[in-house]
């Protein structure tokens, strides 16, 4: 088994030692966000390293006997997935991460939070707050902040760059076992709690998001002043597909046919998510090669095949995503998607979670998303500022076309200064 390499570009000194690893001045000083330094255990990395070698995989079949490819029409190759067990290595990949933790309460329950953070030293720095889905994490935005990193000092960065883990994914706490109905609403409270312990209620702050995190962006567009703008890169809700489809482009139309495809015939994880989480996270949560299968399906068919992410930096997401215990704590957010609640953030034309007028409101589209929508459809759900579309990159855009979707973030906030601080 070989090591994956996909985290030592970050230095692995301590975080606040390091550069932009220093919190802002306006952080509140009753609630101190500690360095996290990350523990991966040799027992663990032992155990990790014996369930892969000891791994059986089913026999070949017709529908997993593709040699070319990650996935076939019905899923994972057992191919792709045999030379993946052999690639698998876990040694020493997670202490070169700049990570902080921050304790927040919520709902009479106390919350760990882990962020990954590159802080500037400008005391005109806007926070710039990046959130991630699933079955991502805070790694997806990992080549972003390496470009920052290669692009600026901590004297010139113009943001704080966040990216939180959400509740149950990799280093943070996950839900309450006994709040049957906690969801999305209640992690964009507890962000909303944490970016004040930051200070960023009083510096105001841009959130972006994709995926699971582009509805816990939209709950912190609607609900906090403080937050002075959004971006996304997903919007879409089973709601939305009653949407009018008169007098669209053919470029639309394209889109469209896309996502209906997605539903009928790819959208059976979430199925599975949201009706028997109990029983998917007791199965994957017995064999990393089982999750390996799952998981990397996603990363195959979710994204560009120019950009899809190569087979190691899948096992670091695996990886983390194993030895963290993510798997069964961060599927929650499914409950609502086939039974949507007027409480829970979602795209569409809910009134409550329209974005207000006033907020810059931007969106990114990627031809690869595996639930496009057009223009149109966005701009329902609130007023759009800013638009672009490009022509690489999938589900896991912040992954696979960091310099493109930093760009567009770039550009966005620029936009937000200008209307927000100018005036």
């Known amino acids: 088994m070989t090591t994956s390499r996909f985290l030592h ?5 301590g975080s606040s030692q390091r550069p932009f690893g220093h919190p802002p001045p306006n952080a509140r000083e009753s609630h101190k966000h500690e360095p996290c330094k990350v523990n991966i255990t040799t027992q663990d990395i032992t155990e990790l390293r014996t369930l892969v070698q000891q791994a059986r995989l089913g026999p070949v079949t017709f529908e997993n006997s593709s040699r070319s490819d990650i996935n ?7 191919s792709w997935l045999s030379k993946a067990i052999e690639a698998w290595g876990s040694d020493d990949v997670f202490d070169c991460v700049p990570n902080f933790s921050a304790q927040v309460d919520h709902d009479d329950h106390s919350y760990s939070i882990h962020y990954m953070a590159l802080f500037s030293k400008r005391p005109d720095a806007l926070p710039l707050i990046c959130l991630h889905g699933w079955p991502g994490c805070f790694l997806e935005y990992l080549p972003m902040a390496k470009l920052l990193q290669s692009k600026y000092t901590p004297e010139s960065l113009p943001y704080h760059f966040i990216v939180p883990s959400l509740p149950g994914y990799t280093f943070s706490s996950g839900p309450p076992i006994s709040k049957q ?14 970016f004040a312990q930051l200070g960023f209620d009083a510096t105001g702050y841009v959130v972006s998001g994709g995926d699971i995190g582009s509805r816990v962006a939209r709950a912190l567009a ?16 089973l709601p939305m597909h009653t949407f009018p489809r008169q007098n669209l482009s053919i470029d639309d139309i394209h889109r469209l046919d896309k996502l209906d495809t997605f539903i009928s015939t790819g959208a059976g994880y979430a199925q599975m998510h949201a009706t028997r989480a109990a029983t998917i996270g007791l199965v994957l949560s017995s064999s990393p090669v089982a999750l390996l299968a799952w998981i990397a399906e996603k990363f195959g068919t979710w994204t560009d095949k120019n950009t899809t ?9 695996v990886t983390l995503y194993w030895l963290t215990d993510t798997f069964p704590r961060s599927i929650y957010p499914y409950r609502t998607d086939f039974a949507p609640r007027e409480d829970v953030p979602a795209h569409g034309d809910s009134v409550r979670w329209r974005i207000p007028d006033g907020k810059l409101f931007g969106f990114s589209h990627f031809p690869h998303e595996i639930l496009p929508v057009p223009r149109a459809w966005v701009e ?3 007023s759009l500022t800013f638009w672009r579309e490009h022509d690489a990159g999938g589900h896991f855009a912040a992954l696979e076309v960091a310099q493109s979707l930093l760009r567009d973030l770039e550009v966005f906030i620029e936009e937000v200064k200008q209307n927000t601080f100018s005036k």
Do not use: K, Q, W
Not at 9 to 13: D, G, Q, R, T
Not at 72 to 78: S, W
Not at 181 to 189: H, L, N, P, Q
């Open 9 to 13: 570009p970050l230095s692995p000194a």
């Open 72 to 78: 076939t029409v019905f899923g994972m190759t057992r």
């Open 181 to 194: 109905d906690f969801s999305t609403y209640d992690v964009s409270c507890i962000f909303r709690n944490m």
């Open 222 to 237: 609607v609900d906090d002043e403080s937050c002075v703008g959004i971006h996304l890169n997903f919007c879409f809700d």
């Open 309 to 317: 992410p190569d087979t190691n930096t899948i096992l670091t997401f």
């Open 380 to 382: 329902r759900t609130g």
